[in-house]
């Protein structure tokens, strides 16, 4: 198998589980319906982990165009082999979208809010204020591709790494999740809302393409600058690379403070 093909497999087998929780906890007549946070995250902290299982021995499983584009930076990753991984990540998580809305064909429209619909397939903000989305999902993706190369430089029990990374998952989604849904990755918003743009879902709404910018540059800025400062840090490693990175960022943060200063 390609590592174009595994990361096809891979992310699909992610979305299906993780666009699938939040479709039990979300939609009406599910069993699942109204389970919280909490079983969304370790939903999601799964669906990870079971997704590097199936082919992290194929492609790495990166599943993640942040951590792709984080670990190319940083040498890790060639980059010849950069756009087949995100355009595999990006098919497999259309692909796997389409799997839940299939697998959930009764429930749609049965008194769901159209936001609630998109919620299954897409993140959005809990308080719409978009340089402090953006710096949430920058923050969010940076702990998950700094942490990623920290797990990656121990010596685990073979097998163990995938359900530390799901643990990882866990970690994020409880602490940092709440502000924006953490999609800690472009494929996985990007993905999903094609598919809720595409499908003839029942009593779907807007697909908020306005927001939809945030889960896909806050995570890239994120990961680049999460692999570039664990190789600063523990490598002695510097690129101009990290340098613009830690500019932008402080460009963000400086504009999420101006932006909630101005609503205060």
Same mark, same amino acid.
């Given at each position: 198998?390609?590592?174009?093909? /595994?990361?096809?497999?891979?992310?699909?087998? #992610?979305?299906?589980?993780?666009?699938?929780?939040?479709?039990?906890?979300?939609?009406?007549?599910?069993?699942?319906?109204?389970?919280?946070?909490?079983?969304?995250?370790?939903?999601?902290?799964?669906?990870?982990?079971?997704?590097?299982? +199936?082919?992290?021995?194929?492609? /790495?499983?990166?599943?993640?165009?942040?951590?792709?584009?984080?670990?190319?930076?940083?040498?890790?990753?060639?980059?010849?082999?950069?756009?087949?991984?995100?355009?595999?990540?990006?098919?497999?998580?259309?692909?796997? +979208?389409?799997?839940?809305? #299939?697998?959930?064909?009764?429930?749609?429209?049965?008194?769901?809010?159209?936001?609630?619909?998109?919620?299954?397939?897409?993140?959005?903000? +809990?308080?719409?204020?978009?340089?402090?989305?953006?710096?949430?999902?920058?923050?969010?993706?940076?702990?998950?591709?700094? /942490?990623?190369?920290?797990?990656?430089?121990?010596?685990?029990?073979?097998?163990?790494?995938?359900?530390?990374?799901?643990?990882?998952?866990?970690?994020?989604?409880?602490?940092?999740?709440?502000?924006?849904?953490?999609?800690?990755?472009?494929?996985?918003?990007?993905?999903?809302?094609?598919?809720?743009?595409?499908?003839?879902?029942?009593?779907?709404?807007?697909?908020?393409?306005?927001?939809?910018?945030?889960?896909?540059?806050?995570?890239?800025?994120?990961?680049?600058?999460?692999?570039?400062?664990?190789?600063?840090?523990?490598?002695?490693?510097?690129?101009?690379?990290?340098?613009?990175?830690?500019? #932008?960022?402080?460009?963000?943060?400086?504009?999420?403070?101006?932006?909630?200063?101005?609503?205060?």
């Amino acid at each position: 198998m390609s590592d174009f093909l /595994g990361e096809i497999i891979g992310t699909m087998l #992610l979305i299906i589980l993780g666009n699938g929780v939040n479709a039990g906890v979300t939609l009406k007549k599910s069993y699942a319906e109204s389970g919280g946070w909490i079983v969304i995250t370790i939903g999601w902290g799964l669906a990870v982990t079971l997704g590097i299982y +199936a082919v992290g021995r194929i492609s /790495g499983a990166h599943l993640n165009p942040a951590v792709t584009l984080g670990f190319a930076f940083s040498g890790a990753h060639k980059w010849t082999e950069v756009l087949p991984y995100i355009s595999g990540q990006l098919i497999g998580a259309i692909l796997g +979208a389409t799997i839940v809305w #299939l697998h959930y064909l009764p429930h749609w429209g049965k008194a769901n809010e159209a936001a609630s619909q998109l919620g299954v397939f897409a993140t959005g903000p +809990a308080v719409d204020s978009k340089w402090s989305n953006l710096l949430s999902e920058l923050i969010g993706t940076f702990v998950l591709v700094a /942490g990623l190369m920290t797990i990656g430089a121990n010596e685990f029990t073979e097998g163990l790494n995938p359900l530390v990374v799901g643990v990882l998952i866990v970690a994020i989604g409880m602490s940092l999740g709440g502000t924006t849904g953490y999609a800690i990755n472009p494929a996985r918003d990007l993905g999903p809302r094609i598919a809720h743009f595409i499908l003839p879902i029942k009593g779907k709404g807007d697909s908020n393409w306005s927001y939809s910018w945030i889960p896909i540059v806050g995570p890239i800025l994120g990961g680049v600058l999460g692999a570039l400062m664990y190789q600063w840090m523990f490598e002695g490693v510097t690129s101009p690379v990290l340098y613009v990175s830690l500019v #932008l960022t402080f460009g963000v943060i400086g504009m999420a403070v101006k932006e909630n200063g101005a609503k205060a």
